[in-house]
T-cell receptor, first 114, second 114 residues
Framework: AQSVSQHNHHVILSEAASLELGCNYSYGGTVNLFWYVQYPGQHLQLLLKYFSGDPLVKGIKGFEAEFIKSKFSFNLRKPSVQWSDTAEYFCAVNEGTNAGKSTFGDGTTLTVKP | DGGITQSPKYLFRKEGQNVTLSCEQNLNHDAMYWYRQDPGQGLRLIYYSQIVNDFQKGDIAEGYSVSREKKESFPLTVTSAQKNPTAFYLC?????????????FGSGTRLTVV
């Protein structure tokens, strides 16, 4: 079965620090990859997604992620975090043939200190 | 505005009772999903449906049942056979198109067994 690993359960940064959240998955075939974010008191929402093409994808609010097929990774990055980025972040993976069914990582809680 | 409505937001159930969680979407999405979220465990798939009158078990379907009689509705019943039902339940939908597998989530229902 597909599995998704997020290595950091809780990350604490100061404003303006750079962010990288790790995500690794186990499936060796074609995948679609996602990062979702849940801000305090809000719905889970899509941050960015990779389907095909350029492995560096850009999302909302200055986030980007890089798909490295050889490493089965899809790490999330932001050059300079803000206090408003405090949230829980989830990585998710669809196997290419499993239309729509996503497997999620356990999530990473990011706390940004002002 | 289009979206997903989950109700109720909070639900209390006595042991031995079945309860039904509502999920309605007006996004004209073909696919709908139920996930369970427990602290530190991310989201785990309970059931999903890619088309009306059809649904499949996810990773943790035991003790749950669903129906998909209408495109816009995908109710989840938590039966008395579910051994540990206290959790946060999230409903999601997607268009089902391969280029758009990202989910739209509802606000969730927090179920507590008392």
């Amino acid at each position: 079965a597909q599995s998704v690993s997020q290595h950091n359960h809780h990350v604490i940064l100061s404003e303006a620090a750079s962010l990288e959240l790790g995500c690794n998955y186990s499936y060796g075939g074609t995948v679609n990859l996602f990062w979702y974010v849940q801000y305090p008191g809000q719905h889970l929402q899509l941050l960015l997604k990779y389907f095909s093409g350029d492995p560096l994808v850009k999302g909302i609010k200055g986030f980007e992620a890089e798909f490295i097929k050889s490493k089965f990774s899809f790490n999330l990055r932001k050059p300079s975090v803000q206090w408003s980025d405090t949230a829980e972040y989830f990585c998710a993976v669809n196997e290419g043939t499993n239309a729509g069914k996503s497997t999620f990582g356990d999530g990473t809680t990011l706390t940004v200190k002002p | 505005d289009g979206g997903i409505t989950q109700s109720p937001k909070y639900l209390f159930r006595k042991e031995g009772q079945n309860v039904t969680l509502s999920c309605e979407q007006n996004l004209n999405h073909d696919a709908m999903y139920w996930y369970r979220q427990d602290p530190g465990q991310g989201l785990r798939l309970i059931y999903y449906s890619q088309i009306v009158n059809d649904f499949q078990k996810g990773d943790i379907a035991e003790g749950y049942s669903v129906s998909r009689e209408k495109k816009e509705s995908f109710p989840l019943t938590v039966t008395s056979a579910q051994k540990n039902p206290t959790a946060f339940y999230l409903c999601a939908s997607s268009s089902g198109r391969i280029v758009d597998y990202g989910y739209t989530f509802g606000s969730g229902t927090r179920l507590t067994v008392v």
